[in-house]
């Protein structure tokens, strides 16, 4: 068939990967070989397009270009891109795989090392928990400029990078110049097993991806966050609008019994049990200002009931404040807000009897402009859910776009 396979050749491997092309000239990813670095990377599938290697662009390249490219000496890297599916616009999945025989992976000590413009090699980071760091011996900007006592200075980074790596549990030993001193510190680092192969031998764009990398997960975590935020906010303000409709049906309903009329509650309360003086926040005067009436029950013998909330409130103590008990337990009744509801207040120095006909009319319209008032704010508030709603919506967009940017790096 006309599958490559990327075997040892001249004591160059490659990652484990074989590819087959179709008859334009494109190489998709056949399998994976059990084992070796492409299938422990987890991140290419059978059905992979191959677009790049080291940023080269080697879509439908021939095959021994191809394989020329991604073979090299064991413990090199060598960076892929893939396309995935038939979506041009599809992010290209980037790889980068340290070449190696199964079961042989190489690892280094924990050193990201960058190169300036002379080509001479720097320690850039010390990965946490690496054996460099708990050597305590390596400095971040020290210069490397031995490799088991061979002079690496501004050799190219691959031959420097195949010396360092090695089999876990070995030892190589480096030399290092620290800022203008001659004199070279060299120290015995034993080699580990890296927490990631990608992390362990970094180079500049390798960490770039991994900053990459980093930087979306805080941004997922920041999206998730959002969402969250924003659930919080709907259910409130579906709460909100539940709590108006409640209103709004029982504005429409309970207009019976006249309570609306601070002056019929106030008649409610000819054998209230408490003394204005020892009780001063609950007198019959300041309850009936506040909507209630008296509804004593056995049980309950100084019960007073808001006439628009149904608020039932009563073993008053001395202290007691009854206007803030209504707003503390009725927070959204429209007498403690202060917006119209249909009542009708003792108006000082006017006759308290009104007209019985008068008075019919104006209950009619009070009922009408209060249903008027709550259909705003049902407005107002299914307005706000919308909002919500649309927020919360481009927020899982979002977080949906970054989730799918995280895995294709
Ligand atoms: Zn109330």
Redesign the pocket.
């Known amino acids: 068939g006309g599958a490559a396979g990327m075997g040892d050749k001249d004591g160059l491997i490659g990652v484990g990967i074989v590819f087959q092309p179709t008859e334009d000239g494109t190489l998709y990813v056949k399998k994976l070989k059990e084992g070796e670095p492409a299938q422990r990377c987890g991140l290419i599938r059978p059905g992979d397009c191959l677009c790049e290697i080291n940023g080269r662009d080697v879509f439908r390249q021939p095959v021994d270009m191809v394989k020329d490219l991604i073979m090299g000496p064991p413990g090199t890297t060598v960076r892929l891109g893939f396309h995935r599916g038939t979506d041009p616009r599809a992010k290209l999945i980037q790889v980068a795989l340290q070449r190696n025989r199964p079961g042989e992976q190489m690892v280094g000590v924990g050193v990201v090392f960058r190169s300036d413009n002379t080509g001479a090699l720097y320690v850039r980071m010390l990965q946490d928990g690496g054996p460099a760091q708990l050597s305590g011996e390596v400095r971040v900007g020290d210069c490397i400029v031995e490799v088991d006592g061979v002079d690496v200075y501004r050799k190219p980074i691959s031959t420097f990078t195949s010396m360092v790596l090695g089999p876990p549990g070995t030892v190589v030993m480096f030399g290092l110049r620290r800022q203008d001193t001659l004199m070279v510190h060299r120290v015995m680092l034993r080699r580990n097993a890296p927490i990631a192969t990608s992390d362990a031998l970094a180079n500049d764009s390798q960490m770039a991806v991994y900053d990459g990398n980093i930087k979306l997960r805080r941004q997922l975590e920041a999206a998730k966050e959002e969402h969250q935020r924003l659930q919080g906010v709907l259910v409130e303000k579906q709460r909100q609008l539940k709590e108006a409709e409640r209103l709004y049906e029982h504005g429409a309903s309970g207009m019976g019994g006249q309570m609306n009329e601070e002056a019929q509650r106030l008649k409610t309360f000819a054998h209230w049990p408490h003394n204005d003086t020892t009780h001063p926040g609950v007198t019959p005067t300041v309850l009936a200002a506040d909507?209630f009436h008296f509804a004593p029950t056995a049980q309950d013998p100084d019960m007073v009931i808001?006439f628009?909330?149904d608020?039932q409130l009563g073993d008053w103590e001395r202290a007691d404040d009854a206007k803030a008990v209504?707003r503390k337990l009725?927070p959204n009744?429209p007498?403690?807000i202060g917006i119209p509801c249909g009542n009708k207040a003792i108006v000082k120095g006017a006759s308290s009897k009104l007209d019985a006909g008068a008075s019919a009319q104006q209950r009619l319209e009070d009922v009408l402009m209060r249903k008027a008032l709550l259909l705003q704010t049902a407005t107002a508030l299914e307005g706000a859910l919308d909002d919500a709603r649309r927020q919360i919506g481009e927020a899982v967009q979002a977080r949906r776009r970054i989730q799918a940017e995280a895995q294709a790096i």
Do not use: K
């Open positions: 909507g808001c628009f909330c608020v209504h009725s009744c007498l403690c």
